[in-house]
């Protein structure tokens, strides 16, 4: 049975809405369904279009069905909190009223997915895959951080009826395995799932199947990267942060780094995975004119190799 495969605005570069280089979002949505994707993320908020009505029929005129939005931002903040709140209502309110991935996923929880990342934290941003060296969250912000996760996690789900997800990324405050770990303990699965992420993991040190593994039960949904390992070596020596390490070149098209997709696709059929896979590819936004490129190899890659 084929895996749903997606894709995201990332893999044109587009993270910061306010970035003077993003591509046209016409531009994107064309080339995500040029390459062959039938799904796509929100990207980041006010970067699509916002009314749902002209986010839809920009989606239908692409036949493209949203799979998730994201919260990309500082989540320990209390004084950051009511935006996110109001940003939680704004995605999952476009969430549901836009068209919809695909729900047939057997035991994994469906789309659309609510995709909660921490970043805001600047010495943990430039220390991004440096778990001996970034610093940790005190017990008081983390558990801050656990209560306002929590909290936009109900407002998803119960509100909207979209999954949230919570996704350890290079750079935020969840990153390392011990952060996952005591992130499991303190928000249950029936609050919100697991987004774990193959590039993320192996850039912060970890075996993307090991982790796989270890937090199974907890994943409603996968993103895939892939690393340049002589750019990811050099930027973890230099202390080189997430965003301009990727500007280098760190992530690179699925099947030419080091993540051995094969073995994540004997491990997924092994467990039975019927869920959605995002792909991305982050980069300068000014690359973007080697996406539609980058976004149909990987895809053309994942194909060949049996999902």
Known sequence: MPLFIANAPCSWGVDDPKNPYLPAWQKVLHEAAQAGYKSIELGPWGYLPVQADELKEALDRHDLSLVAGTIFDDLVSEQNFPAMVELTHNICRNLKAAPSAEKAHGNN???????????GNPQRAALAGQPTKAPRLSAAAWQAMMAHI????????????VRPVIHPH?????????EIEQLVTDIPHSVAGLCLDTGHLFYSGMDPITALDKFWDRIDY???????ASVWREVINDEIDFFSACARGVMCPLGSGAINYPRIHAFLRQRHYQGWITIEQERDPRDADTSLRDVTASLNYLQSIGF
């Open 109 to 119: 929880k469906p789309a659309p997915y609510l995709v909660i990342i921490d970043f």
């Open 150 to 161: 929590s909290a936009l996690s109900e407002i998803a789900w119960k509100e909207y009826g």
């Open 170 to 178: 290079a750079g935020g405050c969840i990153e390392y395995q011990d």
């Open 222 to 228: 996968l993103h895939f990267k892939d690393i340049n």
